[in-house]
């Protein structure tokens, strides 16, 4: 069965960073494209950051700039630097895999999910 397992999340000050890390198994991760989204109470899931198989990379508007993902086939894992964390981006982070659009904004129709890590940003 594919599995993707999530760590790295915290609760950091307004302008702090962290990084989000995200094993996977029970596929080729070669292969899959990957990304991160996020869900805030009360907020739809949204799309935060993909890449593809290939290295082409997207990012939702509000953390262009800030974010960075990036993976390493050789261990499984995709990560996520957060740079000059904003309250904003306070959520549970979720990885994903095989999502059908690279650049679609909402989570829907993504087959794999990780548990989610939870980001805390305060003011």
């Known amino acids: 069965e594919v599995q993707l397992v999530e760590s790295g999340g915290g609760s950091v000050q307004a302008g702090g960073s962290l990084r989000l890390s995200c094993t996977g198994s029970g596929f080729t991760f070669t292969d899959s494209d990957m990304g991160w989204y996020r869900q805030a109470p009360g907020n739809e899931c949204e799309m935060v950051s993909t890449m593809s198989s290939d290295g082409i990379t997207h990012y939702a508007a509000s953390v262009k700039g800030r974010f960075t993902i990036s993976r390493d086939n050789a261990k499984d894992t995709v990560y996520l630097q957060m740079d000059s964390l904003k309250p904003e981006d306070t959520a549970v982070y979720y990885c994903?895999?095989?999502?059908?659009?690279?650049?679609?904004?909402?989570?829907?129709?993504?087959?794999?999910w990780g548990q989610g890590t939870q980001v805390t940003v305060s003011s």
């Open positions: 994903a895999a095989d999502m059908p659009d690279l650049y679609g904004g909402s989570c829907r129709g993504i087959p794999s």
